[in-house]
């Protein structure tokens, strides 16, 4: 009889393990596939710079197409100060 609750012990040990597993796997997936957001603080900010901050894939082409507009407007002044001179 004893050994039958040594084996119950186990089994109820493996259930709560499972559980914390299953538990923390949910919440990691959760944060996994919702993706990259920004904070309010910051998601107005970047929204006041054109950038757009809906999901991952977004704020990556947001950032860089505003990137490429800084290179754009530095290049067209490096232009105008080789014309000056």
Same mark, same amino acid.
């Given at each position: 009889?004893?050994?039958?609750?040594? %084996? $119950?012990?186990?089994?109820?040990?493996?259930?709560? &393990?499972?559980?914390? &597993? $299953?538990?923390?796997?949910?919440?990691?997936?959760?944060?996994?596939?919702?993706?990259?957001?920004?904070?309010?603080?910051?998601? &107005?900010?970047? %929204?006041?710079?054109?950038?757009?901050? %809906?999901?991952?894939?977004?704020?990556?082409?947001?950032?860089?197409?505003?990137?490429?507009?800084?290179?754009?407007?530095?290049?067209?002044?490096?232009?105008?100060?080789?014309? $000056?001179?």
């Amino acid at each position: 009889m004893k050994q039958r609750k040594g %084996s $119950l012990f186990t089994i109820l040990e493996l259930l709560l &393990v499972m559980a914390l &597993v $299953l538990f923390l796997a949910s919440k990691m997936f959760k944060l996994y596939f919702k993706g990259a957001s920004a904070t309010s603080a910051s998601g &107005v900010s970047l %929204s006041a710079e054109g950038i757009d901050t %809906s999901n991952a894939k977004t704020i990556v082409d947001s950032t860089k197409k505003k990137l490429d507009d800084i290179n754009t407007q530095r290049m067209n002044q490096l232009k105008e100060a080789d014309t $000056l001179r």
